[in-house]
């Protein structure tokens, strides 16, 4: 049984920082991809960050977003820094097995419930 957890979600001020964690349950850790996903109210879920023996990111959070991972503790985060109002959305941690990163949603075969994340301005 898999099970992911978000955690980290809060409200915050535009320019502040938040960071997101993932807790991996009932899966080869080491063995996953783990990748997180965002989704705006009327908008479609999209990419943000994905790690296994590499990394990707989306474009729009190239450069302010970090995800890492702790094998020890089957955790993902992910950094966010310089919030824009367009960061907003619902955050989910999916996971896909196997060692490449992967972008698009059909490749991920469980998902959390997500975390809400509300930037103000």
């Known amino acids: 049984h898999v099970q992911l957890v978000e955690i980290g979600g809060g409200l915050v001020q535009a320019g502040d920082s938040l960071r997101l964690a993932c807790v991996a349950s009932?899966?080869?850790?080491?063995?996953?991809?783990m990748a997180w996903f965002r989704q705006a109210p009327g908008k479609e879920r999209e990419f943000v960050a994905a790690?296994?023996?590499?990394?990707n990111y989306a474009d729009p959070v190239k450069g302010r977003f970090t995800i890492s991972r702790d094998n020890d503790k089957n955790l993902v985060y992910l950094q966010m820094d310089t919030l824009k109002p367009e960061d907003a959305a619902v955050y989910y941690c999916?996971?896909?097995?196997?060692?490449?990163?992967?972008?698009?949603?059909?490749?991920?075969?469980?998902w959390g419930q997500g975390t809400q994340v509300i930037v103000s301005s």
């Open positions: 009932g899966v080869s850790f080491t063995r996953s991809v």
């Open positions: 790690i296994a023996n590499s990394v």
């Open positions: 999916a996971t896909r097995a196997g060692f490449w990163v992967a972008s698009a949603e059909r490749e991920y075969d469980y």
